[in-house]
């Protein structure tokens, strides 16, 4: 089996990146500004007839599926609406420490976006940098408290979850399979589906600023060299990641924070995540 996943977060009006999600600049990369957003989803329609969902695959020919992370407002005031309006879902996932918070759904919002057919899933519940480094303590915790926590607010099991941070390892499947969840989304940049336990793990092409709506539209389509391009820098970035340690991440943060940002807050940088 395989499938087409696109990575997305959350879009914001006039690039007021503090509206929606988490704070600082190595979030804001993965911001989209609302016109830019619907640029994105024209393209898209413009080369698939339609986008699926995770409860799909397996049952129905899939096109590709569309996932949003963090949990972040935008996913209700913004997203969803724009999905409608095209007859798509989307699938929400949630890092359930920060619901309710500024900048992040609450329950209501929640309930209601299930209400109308959007999948809602865990993104854990800390959003740990290093997912795959944490001890199966940990990662049971991760998992099996945000997804009580969303089952509460929906009032309906819930079994898909992301891994947050772009750092995925076997032992973070085999952990979200033990408490239920059979869906699970990654950032490894393919798609194939493989399977951990009775847990479908997709993997997914990450959307970030500098990413053309054109270049989203040919990824979704399937067209080789995009997605080739995404998994060769994917696969280096990894190495380094693997060597630097947390001296990546705080490179990565300190190189982010330093960046120029053009008019209306948008980066001059372009290209993928440093």
Known sequence: MKAITLLYHDVVPSWNFTASGFPGADASIYKLEFSEFQRHLNAIRSVIPRCSTASELGVHA?????????????????????????GWRGHFLVTTNWVGKSGFLNP???RD???????????????PERMSHCTREELDREWKNSVSTLSQILGEPVSIASVPGGYYGRNIAEAAAEVGIRTLFTSEP????????GCRVLGRYTIQQGVTAATAAAIAAGKVL????????????????????????RLRKWVLARQTFAS????????WEP
């Open 62 to 86: 899939c096109s590709a599926l569309l996932t949003f992370d963090d949990g972040g407002v935008s996913a209700h005031t913004h997203i969803a609406d724009l999905l409608e309006a095209l």
């Open 108 to 110: 209501s919002q929640i």
């Open 113 to 127: 976006l299930r209400r109308r057919g959007h999948l809602i899933g865990s993104h854990s519940c800390s959003h």
């Open 190 to 197: 393919e798609t194939i589906v493989r399977v951990v336990n």
């Open 226 to 249: 995009p997605r080739y391009r995404q998994f060769v820098y994917w696969n280096l970035k990894k190495t380094a990641k693997l060597a630097g340690g947390t001296q990546w991440l």
């Open 264 to 271: 209306h807050g948008r980066s001059v940088r372009g290209g």
